[in-house]
């Protein structure tokens, strides 16, 4: 059974949660932009990013895109897609 971990007001870590329960967390949500989920080896994070976040995010990107563009290098911005390793029970949805 999971058991909290700790919490703020943006985010909650479970753990003992099995990597089947964060397969099926992350079926459920596909269609969602929130919240994000971050798993690692039976810890899960479940945050909803803050305004401030998305803020520095977006201009973190800008920044890199236009450094990218100006070293002439080819880069993709792959928004808020789920990388995970199944082997390493971890995995973590990066943000747009």
Request: charged letters at 30%.
């Amino acid at each position: 059974m999971a058991a909290p971990l700790s919490q703020s007001e943006d985010s909650v870590i479970l753990r003992n949660v099995s990597w089947r329960t964060y397969e099926d967390l992350l079926s459920d949500l596909a269609n969602q932009s929130a919240p994000r989920l971050a798993f690692d080896r039976g810890a899960l994070e479940i945050m909803s990013p803050t305004p401030e976040h998305e803020k520095y995010n977006r201009t973190i990107a800008l920044l890199v895109e236009v450094a990218a563009e100006e070293m002439g290098l080819d880069i993709e911005n792959l928004g808020s897609a789920t990388f995970k390793r199944k082997d390493l029970r971890d995995g973590i949805q990066a943000h747009k």
